[in-house]
């Protein structure tokens, strides 16, 4: 079955330090991984994604995030956490023949303190 | 930039009711999608479209119906409302093609179903 796992429902980090986000995959085929941000009552904003290529993925806010395909894992990183950054992060994940449907994780949430 | 309009915001409905969640784009884009957010199960989607007068389930249809008459507007329908239909939704769409395959989510609607 297809899935996609955050093993962390909160992570806590300091303002400077740097952040990582987990997230692990389960697919057949080729996966197309993504990254969502949701600020608090807010829709959802795209982060990144991995496509092809080099596996690893500049985004949006200085957030990048490495694709590792023996680990099945794409997880998120930003070198220096800002307050700003606190937000709820989702995985997500696409088969390459699937029709637009994507496979979400459950959110993690990060709170970052000054 | 009016980018993903949902309307109305919130919505307090008992049940047996129907009402009908607005959605529309002004990015020409050719997928659409409905999903509802619930605490701890990230996104699951109800229905999407690839373009007008096409659309299909997702992962959980059941007591939803849409329909795709442009391609500027996908509206939702709840035929007769549950508490198990109280949850927050979210209207997305995004370009056609992996390599612009990035969804843009509207403010989301939350519902609650007494």
């Known amino acids: 079955a297809q899935s996609v796992a955050q093993p962390e429902d909160q992570v806590n980090v300091a303002e400077g330090n740097p952040l990582t986000v987990k997230c692990t995959y389960s697919v057949s085929g080729n996966p197309y991984l993504f990254w969502y941000v949701q600020y608090p009552n807010r829709g959802l904003q795209f982060l990144l994604k991995y496509i092809t290529g080099d596996n690893l993925v500049k985004g949006s806010y200085g957030f990048e995030a490495e694709f590792n395909k023996s680990q099945t894992s794409f997880h998120l990183k930003k070198p220096s956490a800002l307050v700003s950054d606190s937000a709820l992060y989702f995985c997500a994940v696409r088969r390459d023949d699937s029709n637009y449907q994507l496979i979400w994780g459950a959110g993690t949430k990060l709170i970052i303190k000054p | 930039n009016a980018g993903v309009t949902q309307t109305p915001k919130f919505q307090v409905l008992k049940t047996g009711q129907s009402m009908t969640l607005q959605c529309a784009q002004d990015?020409?884009?050719?997928?659409m999608s409905w999903y509802r957010q619930d605490p701890g199960m990230g996104l699951r989607l109800i229905h999407y479209?690839?373009?007008?007068?096409?659309?299909d389930q997702g992962e959980v249809p059941n007591g939803y119906n849409v329909s795709r008459s442009t391609t500027e507007d996908f509206p939702l329908r709840l035929l007769s409302a549950a508490p198990s239909q109280t949850s927050v939704y979210f209207c997305?769409?995004?370009?056609?093609?992996?390599?612009?395959?990035?969804?843009?989510f509207g403010s989301g609607t939350q519902l609650s179903v007494l």
């Open positions: 997305a769409s995004s370009g056609t093609g992996i390599f612009n395959e990035k969804l843009f």
């Open positions: 990015m020409n884009h050719e997928y």
């Open positions: 479209s690839v373009g007008a007068g096409i659309t």
